[in-house]
């Protein structure tokens, strides 16, 4: 395990062995077919939750977000903890964020660590890296040996860096899940970790673009998440771009100013309070809040994820509120949702 600034392999070895002999277990099996076979908007009736036009599947071809956990911290039901995945043309690229429950959600998409470029957290919550280890854990399994980046915050007071973190998850000699050691060197039938520390003072710190990968681009943005350090992502493939917020408060002004007028594809906002009195403050934006920045970004749609029984508690007034600013369609992702781009 070592940190570096820049990726040092392609995975294209990994991902032609993927393509011509592990078809299905790269995610075939639940990713290709009638692709395009989408329906209309739907609203969840129960719930009166508007939801996004979503296709059967995701597509085998070109590129797909899918959100594979929507929730928070808490335990509420059929979310689990934030991440996402990144498909294009059928492979899982990019996984963002491995909170509590996403290692399921992972295996119910159909990823496979073999064909993944890299690996981002936003911060370190546990509803954001809380099964990282299990990702990692079953990777282990797969053979694969081209070195994985992993890229995450600096460092804070109750909150190791993204390097630290590694070290003390899977550190060879005294790591919790030292077996897995592995992955520090390369050893034991696992690929060598790359972890790149991405500076956020506080959330005022400069973007980071990441060399990841020719077939998109990503930028890694600070943003201001209380006393963590944390980061939202912006990724760019093709014509297409989406924005994931991360956990980021009001606070986060450089991400907003930086951002501004950008017209994103999809805005993934983190969903957490519902600005009503009583809630939480300091840690995330209010509905209105989330409203100001998509009017600021003009997105073309609005997802909102990390949702909780909190945040959806009061939904019609937090979709108004969101509306003083920002009149784009909104949607509320659940687990497994798949956004084509
Ligand atoms: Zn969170
Ligand atoms: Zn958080």
Redesign the pocket.
């Known amino acids: 395990m070592r940190a570096l600034t820049k990726r040092s392999a392609s995975t294209k070895a990994a991902l032609a062995l993927c393509a011509s002999s592990l078809l299905t277990a790269c995610g075939a099996a639940s990713i290709g077919g009638d692709a395009q076979a989408a329906v209309a908007d739907t609203t969840d009736v129960a719930a009166n939750i508007p939801r996004g036009e979503q296709p059967a599947k995701c597509p085998s071809e070109g590129a797909a977000l899918q959100v594979l956990g929507s929730g ?2 808490i335990a509420e039901a059929d979310r689990a ?2 991440s996402y995945l990144l498909w294009i043309d059928g492979e899982a690229r990019l996984l963002i964020d491995a ?1 509590s429950g996403s290692f399921l959600r992972f295996a119910q998409a159909g990823g496979k660590m073999a064909t993944l470029d890299a690996i981002f957290l936003t911060h370190l ?1 546990a ?2 890296a809380g099964d990282l280890v299990d990702v990692l854990n079953t990777g282990g399994f797969e053979g694969r040996m081209e070195p994985l980046t992993i890229v995450g915050p600096n460092a804070a007071p109750r909150f190791p860096g993204m390097a630290s973190f590694m070290q003390r998850l899977i550190g060879k000699a005294d790591g919790a899940f030292a077996y897995n050691g592995g992955y520090q060197d390369g050893t034991e039938n696992k690929p060598e970790l790359i972890v790149r520390e991405v500076e956020t003072d506080e959330g005022a710190g400069a973007p980071v673009g990441l060399d990841i990968s020719n077939d998109y681009s990503v930028m890694a943005h600070p943003v201001h998440h209380g006393p963590v350090p944390a980061l939202g992502y912006v990724v760019e493939v093709g014509d297409a771009n989406f924005v994931i917020t991360g ?1 980021q408060s009001f606070l986060s002004e450089r991400f907003a100013s930086d951002l501004a007028g950008s017209n994103p594809t999809i805005l993934f906002a ?1 969903h ?1 309070i519902n600005g009503q009195p009583g809630q939480p403050r300091g840690l995330h934006r209010t509905p209105e809040q989330i409203g100001e920045l998509a009017g600021a970004m003009k997105p073309a749609r609005v997802v909102l994820t ?1 949702n909780m029984k909190r945040s959806l508690d009061d939904l019609d007034n937090g979709l108004a509120a969101i509306a003083q600013n920002y009149t784009g369609p909104v949607s509320v992702a659940q687990d497994l949702d798949c956004y084509a781009l």
């Open positions: 928070g911290p903890g934030t909170g919550h509803d954001h956990d983190h957490v990390h």
